[in-house]
């Protein structure tokens, strides 16, 4: 199985590297690219940067995911359903912002929960959990079921487009959360949520190689969803089937920079009565931008402080055992 692992790896971010380059320069000739505007904060950046990262990361996924597993499940074609409808919708949000436009809200909201639905109905979902006091499966209500399921893969896809606002953030994030989620897996003995957990991790580190500051691309919305969605199943169908209460708190901590960061950020604006889901510059890399910190220490900073929840959420895992 390490070898999987191994194979999984090397063919994913080979993919990726490979493929950004020419789809960097396909940006610039269609003008797919992302430029800086000085009536909004979040664009920092100083040059047109292309926006066409995300077909490199999804390519690099779905191909290496099911060369190595040949999981041609029902579940399967769900995920990747589910990735293909973030990415048209990512893509036409991208585009919108090329123009200097906003996409409508509320249809890239119905259309951002499409895929957590079509994932809970092939069968991956949060059933329940054992009862610590009596040792007892407690099975949710369907309707809790489907909830929670659509709540929680729904939150984390947009937890991680939020935290895409500086040079390497998002993708850096990304790849410490899947290393969790994978390490976790593994002491679970979950081999096909390891496994994707890895080639997270793989497209990840690629995608870093250009979007290190400073950044030669962007992944847009397209790539920040899509990464966030894969992470959130990986957890829903990985260490959330161990059905512990603790095992509850191990995605979040897996998760934990991006997930409470917004949390602080939707409670701030429900109680300035602000749209909650409207892009500003509250996140917490802005924050620290404010106050006078560097792009890479804030980097720096947010990364170490996610490898310290990661290694929380590993601790919480041996716990169990």
Same mark, same amino acid.
């Given at each position: 199985?390490?070898?999987?692992?191994?194979?999984?790896?090397?063919?994913?971010?080979?993919?990726?590297?490979?493929?950004?380059?020419?789809?960097?320069?396909?940006?610039?000739?269609?003008?797919?690219?992302?430029?800086?505007? &000085?009536?909004?904060?979040?664009?920092?950046?100083?040059?047109?940067?292309?926006?066409?990262?995300?077909?490199?990361? !999804?390519?690099?996924?779905?191909?290496?995911?099911?060369?190595?597993?040949?999981?041609?499940?029902? &579940?399967? /074609?769900?995920?990747?359903?589910?990735?293909?409808?973030?990415?048209?919708?990512?893509?036409?949000?991208?585009?919108?912002?090329?123009?200097?436009?906003?996409?409508?809200?509320?249809?890239?909201?119905?259309?951002?929960?499409?895929?957590?639905?079509?994932?809970?109905?092939?069968?991956?979902? !949060?059933?329940?959990?054992?009862?610590?006091?009596?040792?007892?499966?407690?099975?949710?209500?369907?309707?809790?079921?489907?909830?929670?399921?659509?709540?929680?893969?729904? /939150?984390?896809?947009?937890?991680?487009? !939020?935290?895409?606002?500086?040079?390497?953030?998002?993708?850096?994030?990304?790849?410490?959360?899947?290393?969790?989620?994978?390490?976790?897996?593994?002491?679970?003995?979950?081999?096909?949520?390891?496994?994707?957990?890895?080639?997270?991790?793989?497209?990840?580190?690629?995608?870093?190689?250009?979007?290190?500051?400073?950044?030669?691309?962007?992944? /847009?919305?397209?790539?920040?969803?899509?990464?966030?969605?894969?992470?959130?199943?990986?957890?829903?169908?990985?260490?959330?089937? &161990?059905?512990?209460?603790?095992?509850? !708190?191990?995605?979040?901590?897996?998760?934990?920079?991006?997930?409470?960061?917004?949390?602080?950020?939707?409670?701030?604006?429900?109680?300035?009565?602000? =749209?909650?889901?409207?892009?500003?510059?509250?996140?917490?890399?802005?924050?620290?931008?404010?106050?006078?910190?560097? =792009?890479?220490?804030?980097?720096?900073?947010?990364?170490?402080?996610?490898?310290?929840?990661?290694?929380?959420?590993?601790?919480?895992?041996?716990?169990?055992?």
């Amino acid at each position: 199985m390490l070898l999987q692992y191994f194979i999984s790896f090397i063919m994913a971010f080979s993919i990726v590297y490979v493929l950004i380059p020419p789809l960097r320069k396909l940006a610039f000739k269609i003008d797919f690219v992302d430029r800086p505007r &000085q009536d909004v904060e979040r664009k920092i950046h100083k040059e047109p940067i292309p926006l066409t990262a995300s077909y490199a990361i !999804f390519i690099g996924f779905v191909f290496s995911y099911l060369i190595v597993s040949r999981d041609f499940s029902m &579940q399967t /074609g769900a995920i990747i359903l589910g990735s293909i409808i973030l990415l048209v919708i990512g893509t036409l949000d991208d585009w919108y912002k090329t123009k200097g436009k906003d996409f409508p809200v509320l249809p890239k909201l119905i259309v951002q929960l499409m895929p957590a639905v079509i994932v809970y109905a092939s069968g991956i979902a !949060f059933t329940g959990f054992v009862n610590p006091l009596d040792g007892e499966y407690v099975l949710l209500p369907v309707w809790l079921q489907f909830i929670l399921t659509v709540l929680w893969i729904f /939150g984390v896809t947009t937890v991680i487009n !939020f935290s895409d606002g500086m040079d390497g953030l998002a993708g850096a994030l990304s790849a410490i959360s899947a290393t969790t989620l994978f390490i976790v897996a593994l002491m679970a003995g979950q081999g096909e949520s390891a496994l994707m957990a890895m080639v997270i991790v793989a497209v990840a580190l690629a995608y870093l190689k250009y979007n290190k500051p400073p950044a030669k691309i962007f992944m /847009g919305d397209a790539g920040a969803t899509f990464l966030g969605f894969i992470l959130s199943v990986i957890a829903l169908d990985g260490v959330l089937k &161990q059905a512990t209460v603790l095992s509850i !708190f191990i995605p979040v901590l897996a998760l934990g920079v991006p997930i409470f960061d917004n949390i602080y950020v939707v409670l701030k604006r429900l109680i300035r009565k602000q =749209p909650i889901y409207q892009a500003d510059a509250s996140q917490a890399h802005y924050r620290l931008l404010r106050l006078g910190l560097k =792009p890479i220490q804030i980097v720096a900073f947010l990364c170490l402080v996610s490898i310290c929840f990661g290694l929380s959420s590993i601790i919480l895992q041996l716990v169990q055992f």
